[in-house]
């Protein structure tokens, strides 16, 4: 039996294709978090709606079906929403426990990790972190999808697990 899972969620298919990366590094079983109803795909109204996101602010999340009592080890990857986790990590890690489990987490985003990791933290006090991954991509419009942190770095950051 696996004892990991790799949890994730992505809006442009970053956050997805490092879930991807890490599920196969680990051999592990994978579940993606999705929002009850899906953001817009116009990015200009999704950052009018959620320029303002904290900790405080969630959406509703798909019920999940997976059994993350049989994990010891839960691996995290979520975009970060303007300085934070995205509203939909947020959520699951609200709505489930996690406590007394293995956590390595990471953040994918352009640069600008704000309060992820911290976020994280506040929203998993008995849970023992044991590792954090800032993963950049590029900025520009045409590169969004271009990583610029190494896989040496992410393969590092799997090995603490």
């Keep these: 039996m696996n004892d990991t899972l790799v949890v994730y969620y992505s809006f442009t298919g970053n956050s997805k294709s490092i879930a991807n990366y890490v599920k196969n590094k680990l051999h592990a079983d994978i579940l993606e978090l999705e929002p009850m109803v899906p953001f817009s795909t116009d990015y200009n109204q999704v950052v009018e709606e959620w320029q303002n996101n904290d900790i405080k602010r969630d959406v509703e999340i798909k019920k999940i079906t997976t059994d993350l009592t049989k994990y010891k080890k839960i691996v995290l990857i979520t975009c970060t929403w303007w300085y934070g986790i995205s509203p939909v990590m947020k959520k699951f890690l609200k709505n489930y426990d996690l406590s007394k ?48 942190t190494s896989t040496e770095e992410i393969d590092n950051w799997i090995k603490k697990l």
């Design 101 to 148: 489990k293995d956590i390595i987490v990471a953040s994918t985003n352009a640069g600008w990790i704000g309060h992820c990791f911290k976020d994280y933290e506040t929203l998993l006090p008995n849970s023992n972190i044991k590792g954090e991954l800032n993963i950049v991509f590029s900025a520009e419009d045409n590169k969004r999808d271009q990583m610029l």
